[in-house]
Nanobody, 123 residues
Framework: QVQLVESGGGLLQAGGSLRLSCAASGRTFSGYTMGWFRQAPGKEREFVAYIRWSTGFTYYADSVKGRFTISRDNAKNMVYLQMNSLKPEDTAVYYC????????????????WGQGTQVTVSS
């Protein structure tokens, strides 16, 4: 059974940095796309970034490009989201997700989701 567990969220001031982690277990993820999404209070969940596990290809939402970096550690089955220059508008619950077949920013394509980790950025 696939399990995704996020960690690393917290409360910090604008301009700070935080690294989120996603521990993936339950199968081999070499053919998967791993994504990070977020949901701010009162808003719909939105795409943040994804990485192809096999090639390391990455793609980012415009709102985080140049500030966030997604990466993975094959040996540890971990996916990371390094977040720098954080802004109050980055405040959200951040979710890790796994897509078995496609390389996409579409939420509906993702098959497995974690429970989320809260990130709060104060001004």
């Amino acid at each position: 059974q696939v399990q995704l567990v996020e960690s690393g969220g917290g409360l910090l001031q604008a301009g700070g940095s935080l690294r989120l982690s996603c521990a993936a277990s339950g199968r081999t993820f070499s053919g998967y796309t791993m994504g990070w999404f977020r949901q701010a209070p009162g808003k719909e969940r939105e795409f943040v970034a994804y990485i192809r596990w096999s090639t390391g290809f990455t793609y980012y939402a415009d709102s985080v490009k140049g500030r966030f970096t997604i990466s993975r550690d094959n040996a540890k089955n971990m996916v990371y989201l390094q977040m720098n220059s954080l802004k109050p508008e980055d405040t959200a619950v951040y979710y890790c997700a796994a897509d078995r077949e496609t390389r996409t920013a579409r939420q509906a394509s993702y098959d497995y989701w974690g429970q989320g980790t809260q990130v709060t950025v104060s001004s």
